[in-house]
């Protein structure tokens, strides 16, 4: 049903996500049954199951579907879109442990001292910060249990172990982390002492690193050419760009209601963001050279699903939402 709609010629965005979070939220919570020590299962639930766009889930799923459907020679659309899914749902689903226990670390007094996500008190508010601290540990840890468990049955090893390799260095100190320490490094700075430059490494590593490895992962799960992986991580890197620069400008245009995160905390604490570094109408700017750089990948090198435009309409999702 869901499948037939995709693929028809009026594809209804909307309900495609709609769809596609009810999906990943329905497995996440297969994988995160409470159990014992319940405290800790419930605090990691609490941040997983709390809500979020699952951009970076849906971007897996679209890349393994799109490289499903591109390569086969044979064989209904909609069986090789649902077979794709099958594939890749588990990493899809690992990838949402990460980035919500990235937000719960990121959340905690050390850091960046929040009260509020997805629209809710931040896990350390309800949990304590010593749970909150080992619940991130601990959905660290099951997303890597989840994706090699839950994949290594449909996978090539060769294939498995390259992305399980990916997502530990797109987590660590060459990805996440080190981006976080670079942002902690430049946070406070005075405007003159960072530059565009500082900026995108600092970003291609907090954010960035989590949506290329959506991207690629979902291609090499699928099994994908070379050229179909250097084309999945180009337009990462793109999208991973355009989604930290909208969320820089929503900082300052956002409410924190339709946020569901308290605005105003770039400037408040002086990080080293897109609209410090070349203003608001500068940002807005990048970010459409960003966009028709994404769309023209995207055309360039046939890398969407052939029968419904989900990778560019994600795209523009990340760049034009309003939270
Ligand atoms: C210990 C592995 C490890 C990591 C911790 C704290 C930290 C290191 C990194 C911080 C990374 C971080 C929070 C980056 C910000 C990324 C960002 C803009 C998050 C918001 O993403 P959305 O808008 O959130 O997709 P939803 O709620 O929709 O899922």
């Given at each position: 049903m869901l499948e037939a709609q995709i693929h028809s010629t009026n594809f209804d965005f909307e309900r495609y996500l709609e769809a596609r979070r009810k999906l990943v939220e329905d497995r996440l919570a297969e994988y995160l049954v409470e159990q014992e020590p319940a405290k800790l299962w419930q605090s990691m639930r609490y941040s997983v199951l709390s809500g979020g766009k699952r951009l970076r889930a849906m971007l897996t799923l679209a890349a393994a579907e799109a490289v499903s459907v591109n390569n086969a020679t044979t064989g209904a659309t909609a069986n090789l879109s649902e077979n794709a899914l099958q594939i890749a749902l588990p990493c899809a689903c690992a990838i949402e442990m990460v980035h919500a226990m990235s937000l719960v670390h990121d959340d905690l007094p050390c850091l960046d001292n929040d009260d509020l996500r997805r629209g809710k008190p931040t896990n350390h508010k309800i949990y304590g910060e010593a749970l909150?601290?080992?619940?991130?540990?601990?959905?660290?840890?099951?997303?890597?249990?989840?994706?090699?468990?839950?994949?290594?049955?449909?996978?090539a090893s060769a294939n498995l172990l390259a992305v399980a390799l990916e997502l530990s260095r797109a987590t660590g100190p060459s990805g996440m982390v080190g981006g976080q320490v670079k942002d902690m490094e430049f946070t406070g700075a005075a405007d003159d002492k960072f530059d565009i430059a500082t900026v995108e490494s600092i970003h291609a590593g907090k954010t960035g690193a989590l949506i290329r490895f959506a991207l690629w992962s979902g291609g090499k799960l699928m099994n994908g050419t070379e050229e179909q992986l250097t084309s999945l991580y180009r337009f990462g890197e793109i999208l991973g760009l355009a989604f930290q620069i909208t969320d820089d400008l929503l900082d300052v245009t956002g409410d924190a209601q339709t946020l569901g995160k308290t605005p105003g905390k770039d400037e408040a604490t002086k990080k080293a963001t897109w609209v410090r570094a070349i203003g608001i109408d500068g940002a807005r700017i990048k970010l459409s050279e960003m966009e028709a750089e994404g769309v023209a990948l995207l055309e360039h090198s046939a890398l969407d699903n052939r029968d419904a435009p989900v990778l560019k309409a994600l795209l523009k999702y990340a760049i034009h939402r309003k939270k």
């Open positions: 909150a601290l080992l619940a991130g540990d601990g959905l660290l840890m099951l997303a890597n249990e989840v994706l090699i468990e839950h994949t290594s049955k449909s996978v």
